[in-house]
Nanobody, 115 residues
Framework: VRLVESGGGSVQAGGSLRLSCAAS????????IGWFRQAPGKEREGISW????????DYADSVKGRFTISRDNAKNTVYLQMDSLKPEDTAVYHC?????????WGQGTQVTVSS
């Protein structure tokens, strides 16, 4: 299983970024994929999931209405569109897949939002 995140960067508050998660090594269509973030000194926060079957989505309250998760099964890729970014969104963002009792995530991509 391999997950590779990209698309992070530095933006000002109110700006937007689109993160990508390229997956390989498993049958992508069969699994829900999520995003979580980790900021220095803070606990890991799960922020969004997208199902494998009907594309249903779920969001943490902290990002609801600002972030949108989507997937392209033809490209084995999940996206996270982040709008109206706030300084508190600054973190390393990782995508994650759970297969049975195991979980896999990538190296992450840094998002920095300045005020």
């Amino acid at each position: 299983v391999r997950l590779v995140e990209s698309g992070g960067g530095s933006v000002q508050a109110g700006g937007s970024l689109r993160l990508s998660c390229a997956a390989s090594g498993f049958t992508f269509d069969d699994y829900a994929i999520g995003w979580f973030r980790q900021a220095p000194g803070k606990e890991r926060e799960g922020i969004s999931w997208i199902s494998s079957s009907d594309g249903s989505t779920d969001y943490a309250d902290s990002v609801k209405g600002r972030f949108t998760i989507s997937r392209d099964n033809a490209k084995n890729t999940v996206y996270l569109q982040m709008d109206s970014l706030k300084p508190e969104d600054t973190a390393v963002y990782h995508c994650i897949v759970r297969k049975g009792l195991s979980a896999y995530w990538g190296q992450g991509t840094q998002v920095t939002v300045s005020s």
